[in-house]
């Protein structure tokens, strides 16, 4: 094949692909050319550590391994094999480790760092500094999450790099020039952006440490268990670290098509919600002076009672962020046992999708992508943003559509621009036709996001072009697996019951949500399924605890529809739903395995496609595209958004709510978090701030109904006319349209 | 009324295929409007304007000599230590000047009218020891040059 090279390392003849770097080719042929700087997800080398020197033949001097790629006839001789190699690298640690304090027995990154490892490997035995090093005032808080120990950092640029050419934040820089160089952020500020603990695993030394995990652990002593994040639908694998018991950090575990190695912030920093205050720890039941704590005996005593008290009346209310394995389970429960077949869950996502499903990286490699909906992606599926931008940085056209779009559409307009878009005559429709990598992307609440795109891209012909795919980024992590389990546990016809005996409110995301508040006003008993105390005062007749993803075995679905497996990080102070559920089942005539690999195996069947959970494996993989099949409403589908008005009064404005990232149940119970979650503002668009004589900053007051709230304005240019845009935890009560007066 | 900063950066903008492109001028330009110097309020300014973060602009300023980060006095001594004029010596024009104004190099004198500095290579190898003065060069400066430089900059 004329696109391979053949070339020599170390006298060994290698084969590549022709633009392989150089640092792979040798570890192809097995040989190890030593990095600090280099790290290929950051872009093009910088060859700034000088680590990586070879001798190659036919140049003068030493060359920068990282920066090279393999070229025909090429003839390497790494530091095994060429003395001045081996010097000039022996000389670039000496002089790395000038001011490194090497202080490894007190640096969290001992044990586990780069620096330690190839100087134990390559360095000198003994150092000839005995000049005083460099000190600084240490550790500087980079953040409430990051620390900076300054005088450990080898200044290799990885973390800026991060921070200017992935993530994009532009937070993270380097201060001053030459030996003078440090990284910093500006002024006193913090690092505040949704990505930025990745500068702490690229960090190759011990200077930019983690405030969770500083002084925790030591890397003999922990255990990492490979799990996959459940904050969000996109799924990212990830390994959480363990000691004694406890969850001690969370680190990327690289599925190269899903998360390409990184993580959002809330997916790694929000874990120590696990040992949360209020956590419900024993099963409580509504006493004469609110919540007792009552055996487990007694618990599931009373759920038969008010489960057989409903008599058949009952509506389930789904989180979508269950495992698969606990939505089936509850659906033998509830629908198997008792008929019940009733439920509720927020923006499920469709079976059609498939037809033109894709890994997450292919939006990286896409030439035009399109984003319609209201909500920022970074919201609803962080990691998409770092693909979009990663698609963008390579040349490609993103084109949003919603109220902050490049193409500006009214609130709620989503589902018309994809009929748009699907129009013969749409500009835009026709070169996502044309294309071989075109992508879309719904981004947004309501409107039975999931159908709709399936729809489109089927209209637009993406099924036969691999290049071509869609992504519906639903608000639960596992929307699509809990809504097909829920299906798959039994074969009838919902009919919502009226009056409600029970309502069976199914994880946090639930019992937070107010449109199941309002189910349960309407509902004679309330059982809830949550973790936290605070979600379950004043509505439940019975509590039973909850267990967190990282606490679960089991299996998710996530955005692209891959299958993947969660597994328990650590034990859970409290059974684990499925062992509760298969005593309860157990009473109702039902059989359910409390082993959720035992689950799996009876669910995978009818909707994994009699997928193995051998086959998963650490990294799963994504299934064939399926056929198109017109989605059909689907039951499931209750949208909280579909009675808003169509028009507002004059003068008014259309309150457009957003979820933040930094938002929800485990967030709140993470201080450290609390900074990045979204100021107390609203968003208006310049001619709305216009006309009402308001400018970015103003006190202003947002009234609706008898209501009101004050908070500060921003003007957003990006913001379409005639929306006030905000946090929904700063939204309160406040209804669809709203007066914006300045305060 | 006289342009703000933000107008003013604004139309230099223009003369640039992308806006951070004007890093460098727009910088100058708020460095001129706050005395000599870039505070962060100044940073903030132009972040703005050229839409990008004020870590960026602290990137860029904090690696450029004639962008400063502390405050400077009215008038600004810059004196090259650079190989030419180390070897031509800069070395003894320094300490005149630190002996004339009774500052160190790097400080202010207390009375805010000179800040002196030590530069690295003012591109005028060919007539060391160059001494900038209010952006302004003296060449062939000898140390017994410094003290009617230091009168000229008065009280």
Same mark, same amino acid.
């Given at each position: 094949m004329s696109d391979l090279v053949k070339l020599t390392i170390d006298d060994r003849e290698v084969e590549v692909?022709?633009?392989?770097g150089l640092v792979e080719t040798a570890a192809a042929a097995g040989i190890e050319i030593p990095?600090?700087?280099?790290?290929?997800r950051l872009g093009p080398?910088?060859?700034?550590?000088?680590?990586c020197l070879v001798e190659v033949e036919g140049m003068p001097k030493l060359q920068a391994g990282c920066t090279l790629t393999a070229q025909d006839g090429m003839v390497v001789h790494t530091a095994s094999t060429s003395a001045r190699a081996a010097e000039g690298q022996k000389g670039t640690l000496e002089f790395i480790l000038?001011?490194?304090?090497?202080?490894c027995p007190v640096c969290?990154?001992?044990?586990?760092?780069p620096l330690q490892d190839l100087t134990f490997r390559?360095?000198?035995? /003994?150092?000839r500094m005995t000049f005083p090093k460099l000190t600084f005032d240490?550790?500087?808080?980079?953040?409430p999450l990051i620390a900076l120990d300054?005088?450990?950092?080898?200044?290799?640029y990885r973390c800026t790099r991060f921070s200017?050419?992935?993530?994009?934040?532009?937070?993270l820089i380097a201060r001053n020039?030459?030996?003078?160089s440090m990284i910093a952020t500006f002024?006193?500020?913090?690092?505040?952006?949704?990505? /930025?603990?990745?500068v702490i695993e690229l960090?190759?030394?011990?200077a930019l440490t983690s405030t969770q995990y500083r002084?925790?652990?030591?890397p003999w002593e922990i255990q990492d268990v490979p799990t996959v994040c459940g904050?969000?639908?996109?799924?990212c694998n990830i390994r959480a670290t363990t000691r004694e018991g406890l969850v001690k950090r969370v680190q990327s575990r690289n599925h190269p098509e899903v998360d390409g190695g990184w993580l959002c912030d809330k997916g790694r920093f929000t874990f120590p919600h696990l040992r949360s205050?209020?956590?419900?720890r024993e099963p409580l039941v509504r006493g004469t002076v609110g919540l007792e704590p009552v055996s487990w005996d007694a618990a599931l005593d009373r759920a038969e009672e008010l489960l057989r008290g409903a008599q058949g009346k009952i509506v389930t209310a789904l989180?979508? /962020?269950?495992t698969t394995e606990i939505a089936y389970g509850l659906g033998v429960l509830l629908?198997?046992?008792?008929?019940?077949h009733s439920a509720v869950l927020d923006e499920s996502t469709s079976a059609a999708l498939d037809a033109c499903r894709a890994p997450l990286s292919t939006i990286g490699a896409a030439e035009l992508v399109v984003v319609v909906g209201d909500d920022e992606v970074v919201d609803r599926a962080p990691i998409v943003d770092l693909w979009l931008r990663k698609a963008r940085r390579a040349g490609a056209e993103i084109v949003t559509i919603g109220?902050?779009?490049?193409v500006p559409a009214p609130v709620g307009g989503a589902a018309e621009a994809l009929r748009d878009l699907a129009a013969a005559d749409s500009e835009l429709g026709g070169r996502l036709r044309a294309s071989d990598r075109a992508i879309l992307v719904w981004s947004g609440s309501g409107g039975g996001g999931g159908a709709r795109l399936a729809e489109a891209a089927h209209a637009l012909g993406?099924?036969?072009?691999?290049?071509c795919a869609v992504f519906h980024l639903p608000a639960r992590a596992n929307a699509r697996g809990v809504a097909e389990a829920w299906a798959a546990a039994a074969d009838a016809d919902e009919a919502d019951p009226e009056p409600i005996g029970l309502l069976v409110v199914s994880g946090d995301e639930a019992a937070g949500d107010p449109s199941v508040r309002a189910l349960a006003e309407r509902a004679s008993t309330v059982i809830a399924i949550t973790m936290f105390h605070s979600l379950a005062v004043?509505?439940?007749?019975l509590v039973l605890p909850a267990t967190a993803s990282l606490e679960r075995e089991g299996t998710a679905m996530n955005l692209e529809g891959r299958v993947q497996r969660l597994r328990r990080a650590v034990t859970p102070p409290v059974p684990d739903e499925l062992a509760w559920l298969s005593k309860l089942a157990e009473r109702f005539g039902v059989a359910l395995s409390p082993h959720a690999a035992v689950v799996f195996e009876e669910l995978s069947g009818r909707?994994?496609?009699?997928?193995?959970?051998?086959?998963?494996?650490e990294h799963a993989g994504l299934p064939a595209r399926r056929p198109y099949e017109a989605p059909?409403?689907?039951?499931?589908?209750? /949208?909280?958004?579909?009675?808003?008005?169509e028009d507002h009064f004059v003068g008014t404005l259309r309150l457009l709510r957003y979820t933040p990232l930094f938002s929800g149940h485990q967030v709140e119970r993470?201080?450290?978090?609390?900074?990045?979650r979204p100021e107390r503002e609203v968003a208006l668009s310049t001619v709305d701030a216009d006309r009402r004589g308001i400018a970015t900053g103003d006190l202003v007051s947002l009234r609706s109904n008898g209501t009101s709230v004050e908070l500060r304005a921003r003007v957003d240019a990006r913001l379409v006319e005639g929306v006030a845009r905000l946090a929904d935890e700063h939204a309160?009560?406040?209804?669809?349209d709203v007066e914006v007066v300045k305060a | 009324m006289s342009p703000t900063l933000h107008d003013e950066i604004r139309e230099v903008v223009?003369?640039?295929?992308?806006?951070?492109?004007a890093i460098i001028p727009a910088l100058r330009l708020a460095q001129e409007r706050h005395g000599g110097w870039l505070p962060d309020e100044a940073f903030r300014q132009v972040a703005e304007a050229l839409d990008v973060t004020p870590a960026y602009c602290v990137s860029i300023a904090s690696f450029?000599?004639?962008?400063?980060t502390e405050p400077v006095g009215r008038h600004l001594v810059e004196v090259c230590t650079n190989v030419s004029c180390a070897v031509s010596g800069a070395q003894r024009v320094v300490e005149a000047f630190e002996r004339e104004l009774?500052?160190?190099?790097?400080e202010t004198t207390e009375d805010g009218n000179v800040t002196l500095r030590t530069v690295e290579c003012l591109g005028g190898c060919g007539w060391a020891t160059v001494v900038a003065v209010d952006n302004r060069h003296h060449l062939?400066?000898?140390?017994?040059?410094v003290g009617g430089i230091v009168k000229e900059l008065g009280e």
């Open positions: 692909a022709k633009g392989t990095v600090f700087c280099y790290e290929p080398a910088v060859g700034a550590c000088r680590m000038v001011n490194h304090p090497l202080d969290d990154k001992g044990g586990e760092c390559y360095g000198p035995g /003994s150092t240490k550790p500087i808080p980079v953040s300054r005088e450990r950092c080898i200044l290799c200017s050419d992935v993530a994009e934040d532009e937070q020039r030459g030996a003078y002024g006193d500020e913090p690092y505040r952006a949704p990505f /930025s603990g990745n960090c190759p030394v011990g002084f925790e652990a030591r904050l969000c639908p996109a799924g205050d209020d956590r419900v989180s979508g /962020s269950e629908r198997r046992g008792l008929g019940a109220a902050r779009g490049s993406f099924e036969g072009k691999p290049g004043g509505w439940a007749d909707i994994y496609g009699g997928l193995l959970l051998e086959q998963l494996g059909e409403p689907t039951p499931l589908a209750h /949208s909280p958004e579909a009675n808003v008005p993470v201080p450290e978090l609390q900074f990045q309160a009560h406040l209804h669809a | 223009k003369e640039y295929p992308e806006p951070r492109s450029y000599d004639m962008f400063h009774g500052v160190h190099a790097g062939r400066v000898q140390a017994g040059d």
